[in-house]
């Protein structure tokens, strides 16, 4: 098992950044992908950024040139920095782990963002 917490999370205004943090109860350094996905009140949960066990990441294109992913192995933290904060940014954040071919998952940190 992979226990997750996230926290960062918070009210801003629009154009402002924040930085969500992701510790996880073991070693990151085997765990092949991790990420994070966001869940708006009535929508689907959706992706926003991974990071592999090679330091490859992704983005889905709605958060391209304005959030970057990293990990730090040797802290077991995945953390996602946040650039130019939009509304639509307002969600529920959830740190992921996709480990030995099952996805675990944190309890999540609210992200608002006020226009």
């Known amino acids: 098992q992979v226990q997750l917490v996230e926290s960062g999370g918070g009210l801003v205004q629009a154009g402002e950044s924040l930085r969500l943090s992701c510790a996880a109860s073991r070693t990151i350094f085997s765990i092949v992908a991790m990420g994070w996905y966001r869940q708006a009140p009535g929508k689907e949960r959706e992706l926003v950024a991974t990071i592999t066990d090679t330091y490859s990441a992704n983005y889905a294109d709605s958060v391209k040139g304005r959030f970057t992913i990293s990990r730090d192995n040797a802290k077991n933290t995945v953390s996602l920095q946040m650039n130019s904060l939009k509304p639509e940014d307002t969600a529920v954040y959830y740190c992921?782990?996709?480990?030995?071919?099952?996805?675990?998952w944190g309890k999540g940190t609210l992200v608002t963002v006020s226009s």
């Open positions: 992921n782990a996709y480990y030995r071919g099952m996805h675990y």
